[in-house]
């Protein structure tokens, strides 16, 4: 487990006062706004292969999503790797009377133990260090939360709530520079197209948050962008300006924009002035210069075609 926390192996079925059912596969939901990747590989086959033999061991968790559904809170993988096993149910425990900010920590919290923060994706990270800074985490919630987490690895322990200071800052919590943590705080305002970039290195994070001041719809339309073009932080500045105080700007004005700075550049040049000008009256033109050089130049290169006959 590499000194990490991992619920989808646990072998403690932890106790009746759970209070967990079994609920159909099909009657299962992923979480509204999950943004964390499942297993996948060999990973994802090792969890299958254990839950076809033992079944899962370790409820999921969830709360009612409605019409006689249920909405994963924890345990995306254990259902993924239930579904591909053929299971036609799975043991969860039903949180009732969450609010979303509370949801969304069981879905954050329960990641973080099981991976660690390090081995989160990029945009991954951007989330979770979003949430830490947001005003609406609330600590204590979290310490609650961390400790039920805990105690599931453990069935002999008591959940309790762990004191940390709630002046703690989000960079120091992660070993981050409070820079660093401002540009998270920036990539998870992008689209999940251009998180995907980022996490697939397509584009940079610097690039990212230049983009991250666009709207929704203007992000959209660069991630259509970057199917043809590419995207350095240089080209994401210069969209980020073009776009304007309001972020908006529009596929075609993306593509005129690229147009306009790939065209090639004309070359000039240049003669020395004394050079020429004993040629020409001091009252001749600049625009009359350039005419009587151009039809000499064709006059000469004329000549000296016709001598090569």
Known sequence: MNGTFDLDFMLSA???????????????????????????????????ESIRTNGVLVPIVVQSAGSGKYEILIGHNRWNASVIAGKKTVPAIIKPGLTEDEAEMYVIESNLLQRGFDNLRISEQASVIAMRYSKMFSEDKRNEIVAELEALQDSSKVPQSVPVSSTRKVGAEYAMSKNSVARLIRI???????????????????????????????????????????????????IRSA???????????????????SKPKQEIYKIQKHKIRRFFSENAKSEEIEEIIERALEMYFSGAEEGKQ
């Open 14 to 48: 932890g106790n009746a006062d759970n209070g967990f059912k079994q609920i159909p596969v099909d009657m299962l939901v992923p979480y509204h706004n999950h943004k964390f990747t499942l297993y996948e590989g060999d990973r994802l086959n090792d969890m299958v």
């Open 188 to 238: 998870s305002k992008l689209c999940d197209e251009l998180k995907t970039a980022i996490d697939e290195g397509v584009i940079s994070i610097r690039a990212g948050v230049e983009l991250s001041y666009l709207d929704d719809e203007s992000q959209k339309a660069v991630s259509e962008l970057l199917k043809t073009e590419k995207i350095d932080m240089k080209k994401a500045s210069e």
């Open 243 to 261: 776009a304007g105080e309001n972020g908006s700007i529009d596929i075609n004005s993306l593509k005129n924009l690229y147009l306009a700075k």
